[in-house]
């Protein structure tokens, strides 16, 4: 007998409703969902590879505590013990700030680590916090704190309604959307060509989602501010501008329009690497269309100007009146919305500590990645000497390679909660392996407030989990329970665990319903009727929300930051760094469809086909080098170096390499038998921690100067 189960793919930000066919205690077919309201159907190879990783032999069942002669397999009850007291131990002989905690990025797609986390946060003390947040997205919440007064209010593309897309540096076609939950996005993109709009993809490589573009304008690598801020110039110098509605409650446009006048097309075409003629087009057009969305991600936020870039952005979109309008971009009504009545979100904050080496600032309750290395490394008071790791692999993902690895190396204790033994859990000295993801309930909290349409979902375990294993929130909570001191935090931490997960989601529904000030009706978005709602709950489209939506203290929109605008003034004055010994070259990273970020190199399913870790070269380039195709390189940056297989394309802009992130799984001790095959190198070798965003303390990612000969 056979069942199916719908359920949301929790791997990325598209939340696809899959249907999963369950015979036995397996998955024999998975399917995309043509009754999900987002996706439609859609899925991608990665969500049919699900039942893979649920099968994957290499994937942890039972908890690991490490011995002298090797891992041995513990109890749950044991493995909680020893990893609280593990950890207790170095926060009495140290200070609470002793202890770091690292959350990746899958807690952003699950329930049980977000509604749990943040606890076991609390009980150990610590202000060592940190998350990818500060290698990815942290300049678009910065900006939202800045002008709209929050950190989650992020405008999101109406990519069904709009005319006129320009993207910079997002490669949708790769990584399914992101900032921007649009399941299907290819689909997404055609239609709007079909209904007669365009798109224009600025990319320093010719992405998939550039090749689907009506244009694609190669850009120097870190040089989007200079275009952005001239789009604005031409606007404003060609009397483009038209804010509508929003110039009522929108503060500092006069001061925008003067801080980027030095900034002319003709002055900027050699910096970006894009002509006048067509920068000023660009400006143009996107000024004409009725209904338009300026979109950056990551290539837009991981680099020395990622601030000014999300800022930019925003105000470009707020000039041409695209702010707040259907088509434009717009903010979403999550079901759960954490503004809302409960304020499960705070506004967002910026230092209010600083970190002990470097003196960087908090944001949002984190320090940046970028000192976690040297807050291990460095002794005296404060060293961070222990560790947990919640679904997060720093040791791949993190700027700084070799450093951190003999960071983590170096630590008295570490828990890592995670599904594998990988580069960063094999230094652990517990390993707290939860459920596989078809074994846990779900819901969408942080992506349903990045939806390109309101929508709600609550999807069941697929398969029944094993006796005896505990789920995510399970673990934290176990660990919450032990680390708890004083009556408060023990009767906190025994309430939230009776709970769980699913009856917390349902508190907040109707309290938030509640909030609404209405009687109860139909319109009421109960847990009961969200789980009946197998295929999820269609909320509708966006619309607008301003400036009811507004969270600063005059409920009115910053247009002009102080330091943002002086920052752009020194941007105008500042003249091209110098080109290092030798490094002539610029890399970039790229993302495939087939890879998530480090974590699911270990499925057959998606390792076949050509090897992805290679370094991408202009034949220009390569030809000046004397470099041919296959041949192994030698990429060297001041920071590092690594050798891979040369891959030459045209796809890549004269002057810029580019190489993965997420490779690098031939460690010492690592379980991961299918990514050892064809491991690839740690691209983070390359980078420098101390490389960050002045603005926002964001690491920089990409446009690492490097030279690339062949290999010896
Ligand atoms: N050079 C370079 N570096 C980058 C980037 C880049 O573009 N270039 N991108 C950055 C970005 S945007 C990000 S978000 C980070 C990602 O950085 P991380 O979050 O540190 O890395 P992931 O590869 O996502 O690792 C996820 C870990 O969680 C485990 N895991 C997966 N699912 C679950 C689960 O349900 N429960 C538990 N407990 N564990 C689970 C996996 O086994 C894996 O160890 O990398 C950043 N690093
Ligand atoms: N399949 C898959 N999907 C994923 C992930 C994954 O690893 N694999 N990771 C997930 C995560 S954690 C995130 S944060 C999102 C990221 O989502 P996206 O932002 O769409 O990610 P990328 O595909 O890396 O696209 C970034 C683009 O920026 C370009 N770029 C690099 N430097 C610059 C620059 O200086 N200027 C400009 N204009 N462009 C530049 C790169 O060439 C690349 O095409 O993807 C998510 N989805
Ligand atoms: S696009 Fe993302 S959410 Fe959809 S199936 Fe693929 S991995 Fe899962
Ligand atoms: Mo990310």
Redesign the pocket.
């Known amino acids: 007998m056979s069942r199916t189960v719908e359920a949301t793919c ?1 791997l990325c930000e598209a939340c696809c409703g899959l249907l999963f066919t369950v015979e036995g205690d397996g998955v024999t077919r998975v399917r995309g969902d043509r009754d999900d309201p987002l996706s439609r159907g859609f899925m991608c190879t990665k969500g049919a590879a699900l039942p893979e990783l649920h099968e994957d032999p290499d994937r942890l069942r039972r908890p690991l505590r490490r011995t002298t002669t090797g891992w041995e397999e513990i109890d749950w009850p044991t493995a909680l013990d020893c990893a609280a007291a593990g950890l207790r131990a170095v926060k009495r002989a140290h200070g609470p700030d002793a202890v770091a905690v690292y959350r ?3 807690n952003a797609h ?1 329930l049980g ?1 977000l509604l749990f986390g943040h606890g076991v946060i609390r009980a150990l003390g610590t202000r060592n916090i940190y998350s ?1 947040t500060s ?2 997205q942290l300049p678009h919440m910065l900006v939202g704190l800045r002008m709209y007064g929050h950190q989650l209010l992020m405008p999101v593309p109406d990519l069904d309604r709009t005319d006129f897309l320009l993207i910079v540096g997002a490669n949708p076609l790769a990584s399914n959307g992101s900032a921007m939950t649009a399941p299907a996005v290819g689909r997404r993109l055609r239609a709007i060509q079909q209904r007669g709009g365009r798109f224009v993809v600025v990319d320093p490589r010719r992405t998939r989602t550039a090749e689907l573009a009506d244009r694609h304008l190669f850009i120097r690598p870190g040089r989007d501010a200079w275009l952005l801020a001239t789009m604005l110039q031409v606007i404003f110098d060609e009397g483009l501008e038209r804010p509508g509605r929003l110039g009522a409650f929108a503060d500092g446009l006069e001061a925008v329009r003067a801080a980027v006048a030095p900034f002319t097309p003709a002055r900027v075409a050699a910096s970006t690497g894009i002509a006048a003629e067509a920068i000023a087009a660009l400006a143009r057009e996107l000024a004409a269309a009725e209904r338009a969305v300026v979109y950056g991600r ?1 290539g837009t936020s ?1 680099q020395v100007h990622g601030v000014l870039c999300q800022w930019l952005i925003q105000l470009l979109n707020l000039v041409t009146g695209n702010l707040d309008r259907p088509g434009g971009i717009q903010f979403t009504s999550p079901a759960v919305d954490p503004l809302g009545i409960l304020r499960l979100s705070k506004p967002g904050t910026v230092g209010q500590w600083r970190s002990r080496v470097r003196g960087l600032p908090e944001f949002c309750g984190e320090l940046p990645v970028a000192v976690l290395a040297e807050e291990m490394q460095t002794p005296g008071e404060g060293q961070v000497r222990g560790l947990l790791t ?5 040791a ?4 700084g390679g070799e450093s951190l690895d003999r960071a983590l190396a170096g630590l008295d204790f570490m828990v890592s ?4 033994l ?1 580069e ?2 094999r230094h652990a000295d517990i390993i707290l392996p ?1 459920v596989s ?1 078809l074994e846990r309930d779900h819901y969408d909290l942080v992506f349903n407030i990045l939806a390109i349409r309101n929508v709600a979902k609550w999807s069941p375990p697929v398969l029944a989990p094993p006796a005896g294993a505990l789920g ?1 929130w399970e673990i934290l909570s176990g660990l919450h329970r032990r680390l708890a001191e004083g009556w408060r935090q023990r009767a906190g931490a025994a309430l939230l665990g009776r709970l769980g997960p699913r009856r917390l989601l349902a508190l907040a529904l109707q309290v938030e319903a509640r909030g609404a000030g209405l009687l109860p009706s139909s319109k009421h978005l109960t847990f009961r009727r969200l789980a009946a709602a197998v295929h999820g709950v269609d909320l509708g489209p966006l619309a607008p929300r301003l400036p009811g939506r507004l969270c600063t203290s005059d409920r009115r929109i910053d247009a002009a930051p102080t330091d943002f605008i002086a920052e752009l003034a020194r941007l105008a004055a500042a003249r091209e760094p110098p080109v290092a010994e030798g490094l002539d070259l610029q890399l970039i ?1 790229r993302r495939s469809l087939r890879s ?4 699911m190199h270990n499925l057959p399913r998606l390792m076949t086909g050509a090897d992805r870790c290679t370094l991408l070269m202009h034949p220009i380039d390569a030809a000046a080098r004397g470099l041919s195709q296959g041949e192994r390189v030698r990429v060297r940056s001041t920071h590092g170096a690594v050798e891979v297989p040369l891959e030459i394309t045209e796809a890549i802009m004269a002057g810029v390499v580019s190489l993965p ?2 490779y690098g799984h031939d460690g010492e001790g690592v379980r991961l038998s299918v990514a050892a095959v064809r491991p690839g190198v740690n ?2 070798r390359l ?1 420098d921690p101390t490389a960050i965003d002045p603005l926002g303390t964001t690491s920089v ?1 990409t446009g690492t100067a490097v030279a690339v000969t062949a290999a010896d």
Do not use: E
């Not at 998530?596 to 974590?599: K, L, P």
């Open positions: 929790p990746g990025n899958p699950n680590l990818p290698m990815d990551i991981v919640i679904a997060g692999n720093p791949l993902s993190m700027p909660v995670d599904l594998y990988n960063t859990t939860p993801p995510d990273g998530n970020n480090s974590w992130h997420g691209v983070n980078i990612l």
